[in-house]
């Protein structure tokens, strides 16, 4: 079989995606003999854009000019190309001061000193170019980044996920830390898939893999509301991962 | 009339004997409060007060994502192999049972699933009475399915009632024999006798939809899947091809459904048979309290009030069933 040539790269974000993908330590020997990663920046000597991908999986978001040359640029030469996780998918944790005046960022963070580019609100990116296909999460999970790969070996992408975080910690028994722990726990609007990872461990989900599809917000608030947590309060957990929620 | 009766004081040694005969499952209250079926070890005591179990006993027999076919390039296809040593479930209530009845139909009938039959026939089911709390509807809309087990304790003053209902419970029975007594008492009424009723009527009709209740109800639903995955009779399982990394082997797997998600009636080109949530209210009703296909006229609700327990909207489909089915017995 052909291997099949990949670009892996990261725009604006943390890198802990592509480093979710250097951590399946025990797959990365057999990865090797299904794919050509031929653009992995993060993980090899540093090599060209050239030719064609059959896939691109790109983390981060959009913020300069740069990013938005080498996103389109990526996209003309791939096949499929995939958001890989929340920030490449909804914005994430990059994006979270967009709406704010800019120029009092910078000031904040770089003071008088000059920063050499120009940038931009992050974005995600199907604000620049089209996405076949995302992995959510931050990080993603291990088994659908590994679930991906195989997917493309095959030809294909991964299903869209459509259930929230409630679905599996329903599967998994677990104690419903908003019902009845009067807790303020973001699983019902938010994107499933990882099997309930924090509410297993008693910890509230912090809706850090974006919004479930048909998420039905205003329920959700009627009910935040009953349990005593206000509007704002809500708004601002959830747009820590995606800042749309606020329009 | 002559009973076998078993006192509570006797119960601790009857669960004692039981475990000679498989692993010993039962409802227990973890320290979260959430009550689960799962071992009764010695010195884990079942919670017989407890009305309900998050999930119902049907994730013993199907479980919430397994695999169902494995394909290598050596072997080729392949279906799952798996032990299965007997298990016995101890403490179900009559709703559960008759869920397990209705499973049964689904899954012993004319296509048998092997992995469902195989779990099945390792499966001894023991029943207890109980009563309904304000969530059951057991005694408020009839359904056909039987409340049936091997081994069933009624509750009367001291302790129980103990009957069996097949080769396997009457087998059990003897070997429990020198726990129970055999006393004069009657045999005292429970639950199961809500349920192997026959319906008529509305079972059988078309749902209007026009009412105004589906869209309210879609307006208030999170889509969290909490009804369907509570619900002992909810069987809808999503199937997925999923290859292995190595570019040859792949499993397909099934995982639990629920006909409030998006992609339920979803097929090929992202057409959907049931687009919104009102049209998918209308079709979980009709699934639980009429059915449809080879079940029309057999409802699958067994009135264990799980589904509206455990909804976060508190959503409740009885109102609207008592509206358009009728109440049909005492309470």
């Not at chain 2, 570019?247 to 639990?256: E, F, L, P, T």
């Amino acid at each position: 079989m052909k291997k099949l040539r990949l670009a892996i790269i990261g725009l604006t974000a943390c890198s802990g995606c592509q480093l979710s993908l250097l951590n399946c330590e025990e797959e990365l020997p057999g990865l090797l003999d299904l794919f050509e990663f031929h653009l992995f920046p993060m993980a090899c000597s540093p090599a060209l854009l050239e030719g064609e991908y059959d896939a691109a999986l790109v983390e981060g978001c959009v913020s300069t000019p740069h990013e938005r040359e080498l996103l389109l640029e990526l996209r003309k030469r791939s096949q499929y190309l995939i958001a890989l996780g929340t920030c490449a998918v909804w914005g994430g944790v990059a994006a979270l001061r967009n709406g704010e005046d800019r120029e009092v960022l910078r000031q904040q963070v770089y003071g008088q000193s000059r920063i050499a580019c120009e940038t931009a609100e992050p974005q995600p990116l199907r604000s620049v170019v089209r996405v076949d296909a995302v992995i959510n999460g931050c990080p993603p999970e291990k088994n659908e980044l590994l679930g991906l790969l195989a997917d493309l070996a095959r030809g294909t992408l991964p299903a869209e996920i459509d259930y929230p975080v409630c679905t599996e910690c329903r599967m998994r028994e677990n104690l419903c830390l908003l019902t009845e722990g009067d807790k303020l726990c973001l699983g019902l609007l938010t994107s499933g898939g990882c099997k309930a990872r924090c509410p297993s461990m008693a910890v509230p989900c912090e809706g850090c893999r974006g919004p479930v599809p048909e998420a039905n917000l205003a329920e959700a608030m009627e009910l935040y509301a009953q349990k005593g947590f206000d509007r704002i309060t809500v708004l601002e957990r959830l747009c820590r991962f995606y800042p749309e929620w606020k329009l | 009339m002559a009973a076998r009766f078993i006192s509570h004081d006797n119960l601790e040694l009857l669960l004692e004997r039981l475990r000679m005969y498989g692993n010993l499952h039962g409802p227990v209250r973890g320290d979260d409060g959430v009550v689960r079926f799962t071992a009764l070890s010695p010195g884990t005591p079942p919670d017989l007060s407890a009305v309900r179990s998050l999930l119902p006993p049907k994730k013993y027999l199907l479980h919430p994502r397994e695999t169902i076919l494995t394909y290598t390039a050596d072997a080729g296809y392949q279906l799952p192999s798996e032990e299965n040593s007997p298990l016995i479930l101890f403490g179900l209530h009559p709703c559960d049972l008759a869920g397990i009845q209705y499973l049964d139909r689904l899954f012993l009938g004319d296509d048998p699933d092997l992995l469902y039959t195989a779990r099945r026939a390792a499966l001894t089911l023991i029943g207890i009475s109980c009563t309904p709390d304000d969530f059951c509807s057991c005694h408020r809309f009839a359904t056909p399915l039987e409340a049936v087990s091997d081994l069933f304790l009624a509750s009367v003053d001291g302790g129980y009632v103990v009957t069996s209902s097949s080769p396997r419970g009457y087998e059990l029975l003897k070997g429990v024999q020198e726990l129970l007594e055999e006393r004069e008492i009657e045999s005292p009424e429970d639950s199961r006798r809500f349920f192997g009723q026959a319906v008529s009527g509305p079972a059988f009709s078309e749902l209007d939809a026009t009412l105004p209740e589906w869209q309210e109800l879609a307006n208030h639903c999170l889509g969290c899947g909490a009804c369907s995955l509570c619900c002992p009779t909810c069987a809808c399982f999503d199937v997925l091809e999923c290859g292995g990394l190595d570019g040859d082997s792949a499993v397909r797997v099934r995982r639990w459904d629920n006909c409030l998600f998006k992609s339920h009636a979803q097929v090929a080109g992202g057409m959907n048979f049931r687009k919104d949530r009102a049209e998918r209210f209308r079709y979980r009703y009709r699934h639980k309290y009429r059915g449809f296909g080879p079940l029309r006229g057999f409802p699958a609700c067994v009135g264990c009030g799980r589904c509206r327990v455990a909804c976060p909207a508190g959503l409740d489909l009885r109102p609207l069933a008592e509206r358009l089915e009728g109440a049909h017995h005492e309470q």
